[in-house]
């Protein structure tokens, strides 16, 4: 149980670090795709098993990029509003 708990530890860092790394303007469903595919290498290139279909894992992994990122645009990343 240890050892899935760290896998997504991992996982979710990962997925933190792929999105701050590839941010720029624009793009949003193809950066989307950028970051579950970093996301699915690194569960591949590290033998985890994630027991859920592809399916499931991509919907997974999209809804947390989603919610990710506008957490980031409302906290981090916003502009500063003109008065």
Same mark, same amino acid.
């Given at each position: 149980?240890?050892?899935?708990?760290?896998?997504?530890?991992?996982?979710?860092?990962?997925?933190?670090?792929?999105?701050?790394?590839?941010?720029?303007?624009?793009?949003?469903?193809?950066?989307?795709?950028?970051?579950?595919?970093?996301?699915?290498?690194?569960?591949?290139? #590290?033998?985890?098993?994630?027991?859920?279909? #592809?399916?499931?894992?991509?919907?997974?992994?999209?809804?947390?990029?989603?919610?990710?990122? #506008?957490?980031?645009?409302? #906290?981090?990343?916003?502009?500063?509003?003109?008065?």
């Amino acid at each position: 149980m240890e050892e899935t708990l760290t896998a997504l530890k991992d996982i979710r860092f990962v997925l933190n670090t792929a999105i701050v790394l590839i941010e720029h303007p624009g793009d949003g469903e193809t950066k989307k795709k950028t970051v579950i595919g970093i996301v699915k290498e690194f569960i591949k290139s #590290n033998h985890i098993v994630i027991p859920v279909p #592809n399916a499931i894992l991509e919907y997974i992994l999209g809804f947390a990029v989603d919610w990710i990122v #506008n957490w980031l645009n409302n #906290n981090i990343w916003k502009k500063d509003e003109q008065k």
